[in-house]
């Protein structure tokens, strides 16, 4: 098998490659004012989950087209947890200035705090990239999302200390700054993506193809939890398309 062919393994990896590095200048260039960070996060979350479903993609047409339609909302979320994590930052820093054994405990429930919140945050936006849900019910699902998928959770939060090892390593020598340029970001949300997706395509009833393996009545645009279709007698659905009809009809 010739090993350049545009559907071989090699290409298909350089090409998801690729798209990974584009995606991920896009969010470093879209997130400079900071406050669009949440929306550059929710388009780059956008793009990995048709590059997981091998869908065929025009990253930057689609990168600003998710991040123009999701910015409002995205946006009110990463200033929900941006001003959450300021305040449990600076609670860290000033129990760390006083230094009694009160100020120790505070520290460390504001850490145990601060990672928490940060796992929220990893559902969140994968969360309000995929479905139609009300702000607060975005962070009730990603909170529960968290607690039903411990191990699946913990491994997003290690897979993300990557992004803070490359935060550091520029601080320390400004030459690793072209690893954060090309997967400093993509690649820690690419490789979280790829633990939390089996469970939001379990959810659609969908798999890694994008194939539907669940009952026709499931509606993917609706909220995974709060609207989950209810299992209904087909005679009674069948009496209602009846209805349905004859009103159409009158």
Request: aromatic residues 12%; glycine residues 2%; negative net charge.
């Amino acid at each position: 098998m010739n090993i350049f062919r545009y559907d071989s393994p090699l290409m298909q990896i350089l090409s998801r490659a690729a798209d990974l590095i584009w995606v991920n200048l896009l969010v470093l260039v879209c997130s400079i004012p900071v406050f669009t960070i949440g929306a550059s996060l929710s388009a780059m979350e956008n793009i990995i989950y048709k590059i997981l479903h091998n869908e065929d993609i025009r990253v930057t047409r689609e990168f600003f087209k998710a991040f123009a339609k999701n910015f409002k909302q995205a946006t009110v979320i990463w200033l929900i947890i941006m001003v959450i994590e300021s305040v449990l930052v600076y609670d860290v820093y000033y129990s760390r200035q006083i230094g009694t054994a009160f100020s120790e405990a505070m520290k460390t429930v504001a850490i145990v705090m601060f990672v928490l919140v940060y796992a929220v945050m990893l559902y969140a936006f994968p969360l309000q990239s995929h479905y139609y849900n009300k702000t607060k019910d975005i962070f009730k699902n990603a909170a529960i999302l968290c607690v039903v998928h411990p191990v699946r959770t913990v491994l997003m939060l290690v897979t993300q200390a990557a992004l803070f090892a490359v935060g550091f390593l520029i601080v320390i020598d400004y030459r690793f700054i072209p690893l954060l340029v090309s997967f400093g970001i993509s690649l820690p949300w690419y490789l979280c993506s790829c633990l939390h997706m089996p469970v939001f395509d379990k959810l659609d009833g969908i798999d890694r193809n994008g194939n539907k393996i669940a009952p026709d009545q499931y509606r993917k645009e609706e909220s995974v939890f709060g609207n989950e279709p209810e299992e209904t007698n087909p005679d009674a659905f069948d009496e209602e398309s009846n209805d349905s009809e004859e009103e159409e009809k009158t």
